[in-house]
């Protein structure tokens, strides 16, 4: 198996924290595994992305070719798209709908909606509001990786498990909010 | 033997290397893709329970020479700085190579080309042949780690300091690697046998310069039998490939079953010549592919090469600026470019800007109300978030430059009959390179003003110590500003019409004043909360 995933948001929104659970999963499955990321001024509420590799043959390149991406996955609808480029004829982009809006120019909800719409593979629904419904709106980023999952190359199974490891020292009851976000994205996946 | 497997970042796995390799001291200061490597050292359990020194430096140039030091003592010790650190640093760092290190010493270079958070692209590897130092080019995250022990065994046999040049694609990117279980003890305190070669008096540095300059041939005979540096054969000698660092893995990535070209893979320098030579002579044409600037290209070239069998950055086969990635490598091996979507119409750029709430805000809010007032005010900004402040809706400084320049600038511009002029710097800065600056316009009373926005942190590197928190009053008045034009208020809304009138009569002062606006930076203060 060979996964490429870009991983996009704006600075600030938590989207290293779906990397650290991959790559904990991985790193228990053996899996080969490279994760590219942004530090420094970029962070400072810009548009931040992630590329993140996993395979079970070694990997050269830290960066994902153009066209190779198998899955985009997004905390924000105009950060999905801006990762087009890279994403293969057959892959998947897994998104919130849910706007950030820092920038005066922010695109109208129904262009958005519309260039989402001319991919055939899209999951996008108010990830904010699962989150708030089984945990709280800080947990969107686990119903993002439970949408995304069934593209990862990774089992469900083995994810919840990498999210436990991860988030164990912050306490059981943290653990339970982000293994319930995960749940509930899951049931949204394609 | 047994081995771990961690995920790390390449900054992680160079600074796990040298823990794991005896390290007993860091010095650095923090700066994108460098910092994590001391961060790491800082909170490993090893490095803690050992009490590697791993405290922040003032500067670059200060980190340098406090590891030379430690070296001089014999100890293994490492200085990471990023590109432009190392102009900071470069008079300690070339002489270094006069004096030799006794203890393993390690300088660590972390290029960010494509300048994700950086005022330019420079390569550090023209530093390191300059200054007749060996340079190591890790092109993964295993090499990096790998690479620590193999520079310090490399600087003790040799007796010179040894480049780590990093870029900011190994340094912020993570992968497994196997470590060692068990750390090395650290050196003991040994003397070098030489002392006339550490004491650079003319005299004994024209002896000890014939040396360094034959030692530096005896370090390309070392790399043409490096591990880290390789010829492969490949059946069409049409094309032959030299890849350094990580240009190799962009390369293995455009032919996952096998590269067709015959291959030198550069990870260690000074350049291995017949290894180079060997390519050169079997294969038509010769594409060269590294990360940064054209540093190899240039040395195969040469000045007077016009037989165009030599391809890279120089000419257009490889972009000749930002980094190398899998498709721009793939275009310069003449491979057709894979099926892509069209980029989107719709999406917006979303430059960064500072936090909602951060004190640099207050500053500028105050600092252009009072600039609106002049036909021709002059704000010279400096290194940090605040450089931010270019940016709508401020758009209040007019020049930035390099670390502490905004003060010796102002002043310059001062001196050329400019009012106002302004500099506004960090604490953080401050104490790096605007001490020094804030003397001179002291000693000629300069009509400045100079603005510290003190948010207690090294913030833009993500919150590191600050090395002037609480000292800088006096750090000021024992400088000589004075005691009534030195002024001091807390950044909030609040205070606006505060901080708005001390800027205005400071301006108005036609002498040297320093107004530092202070309140911690919301993201520090953010997880300081949450640490109680």
Request: charged share 20%; net charge negative.
């Amino acid at each position: 198996m060979k996964t490429n995933i870009i991983l996009a948001g704006v600075g600030g929104q938590g989207i290293l924290s779906i990397a650290t659970v991959l790559g904990a999963a991985a790193l228990s499955e053996k899996l080969y595994f490279k994760q590219a990321e942004v530090h420094g001024m970029s962070q400072r509420g810009g548009d931040v992305q992630s590329n993140l590799r996993i395979s079970d043959t070694p990997i050269a390149s830290d960066l994902i070719p153009q066209g190779a991406a198998d899955l985009i996955i997004s905390l924000e609808p105009m950060e999905a798209l801006r990762y087009v480029s890279y994403l293969s004829p057959t892959g998947w982009i897994v998104t919130s709908t849910v706007p950030f809006k820092n920038i005066p120019d922010y695109p109208e909800q129904v262009v958005l909606d519309s260039e989402l719409g001319t991919y055939s593979r899209v999951v996008a629904f108010d990830m904010d509001a699962v989150a708030k419904e089984v945990a709280t709106q800080r947990s969107a980023n686990m119903v993002l990786l439970g949408a995304a999952a069934p593209h990862t190359g990774i089992s469900p199974e083995k994810i919840e498990a990498a999210i436990t490891t991860i988030f164990s020292p912050k306490g059981q009851a943290i653990v339970d909010a982000n293994i319930a976000a995960f749940r509930a994205g899951l049931t949204h996946s394609k | 033997m047994e081995k771990n497997l961690q995920m790390l970042l390449g900054d992680e796995a160079l600074a796990l290397g040298a823990i794991n390799a005896g390290l007993s001291g860091m010095y650095a200061y923090p700066g994108t893709p460098s910092t994590e490597i001391t961060e790491f050292i800082q909170s490993h359990p090893v490095a803690r329970q050992r009490h590697i020194h791993s405290h922040w430096s003032s500067n670059e140039k200060t980190a340098m020479e406090e590891a030379l030091g430690m070296s001089f003592c014999g100890k293994r010790a490492m200085v990471a700085m990023k590109h432009v650190g190392m102009n900071v640093c470069a008079d300690p760092f070339v002489n270094s190579a006069m004096t030799g290190a006794n203890g393993g010493l390690i300088v660590v270079a972390a290029d960010d080309p494509s300048m994700h958070s950086s005022q330019n692209e420079q390569d550090s590897r023209f530093y390191a042949d300059f200054a007749f130092i060996p340079a190591l080019e890790p092109s993964n995250q295993q090499e990096a780690y790998d690479m620590a022990s193999y520079a310090f065994i490399l600087s003790e046999k040799f007796e010179t300091p040894v480049m780590m040049r990093l870029v900011t694609r190994l340094s912020h990117s993570r992968a497994v690697v196997k470590t060692d279980t068990v750390p090395e003890s650290e050196k003991d305190l040994t003397y070098p046998r030489s002392t006339a070669q550490w004491v650079l008096m003319p005299g004994n540095s024209r002896k000890r310069y014939p040396v360094v300059l034959k030692q530096y041939e005896t370090l390309a005979e070392a790399s043409e039998n490096s591990p880290f540096n390789s010829f492969t054969d490949g059946p069409d000698h049409s094309m032959g490939i030299i890849a350094s660092g990580i240009a190799y893995n962009y390369l293995m990535e455009n032919y996952p079953d096998g590269c067709p070209y015959p291959v030198v893979k550069i990870s260690q320098y000074p350049l291995p010549v017949n290894m180079l030579k060997k390519l050169y002579d079997s294969c038509d044409k010769i594409l060269v592919l590294e990360e940064g600037q054209p540093v190899i290209e240039q040395k195969m070239r040469g000045l007077l090469d016009t037989t165009g069998k030599i391809l890279g950055r120089f000419t257009g086969r490889v972009p000749r600026t930002g980094e190398l990635n899998p498709d721009n490598v793939r275009a310069a091996l003449g491979l057709p470019p894979l099926p892509v979507n069209a980029p989107s119409q719709v999406v917006m750029p979303r430059p960064p800007a500072l936090c909602q709430g951060c004190s640099h805000r207050d500053v500028y809010h105050a600092l252009n109300e009072v600039m609106d007032g002049y036909p021709a005010p002059k704000v010279f900004g400096d290194i940090g978030c605040y450089t931010l402040g270019w940016l709508a809706p401020f758009t209040a400084i007019d020049a930035v430059v390099d670390m502490g320049a905004s003060i010796t600038m102002a002043k310059g511009a001062a001196d050329a009959g400019q009012h106002p002029s302004v500099a506004v710097i960090g604490d953080s800065t401050f104490t790096h390179s605007g001490m020094t600056g804030l003397l001179d316009a002291v000693n000629e009373n300069s009509p400045i003003t100079v603005i510290i926005s003190d948010n207690l942190t090294t913030g833009m590197t993500g919150g590191q110590d600050s090395q002037g928190t609480g000292k800088l009053e006096d750090i000021c008045l024992g400088l000589g500003v004075k005691e009534e034009h030195l002024k001091t208020i807390d950044a909030l809304p609040k205070n606006h019409q505060e901080i708005v009138n001390l800027i205005k009569t400071e301006v108005e002062y036609p002498g040297t004043s320093v107004i530092i606006i202070r309140r911690e930076c919301i993201q520090t203060a953010r997880r300081h909360a949450k640490m109680k």
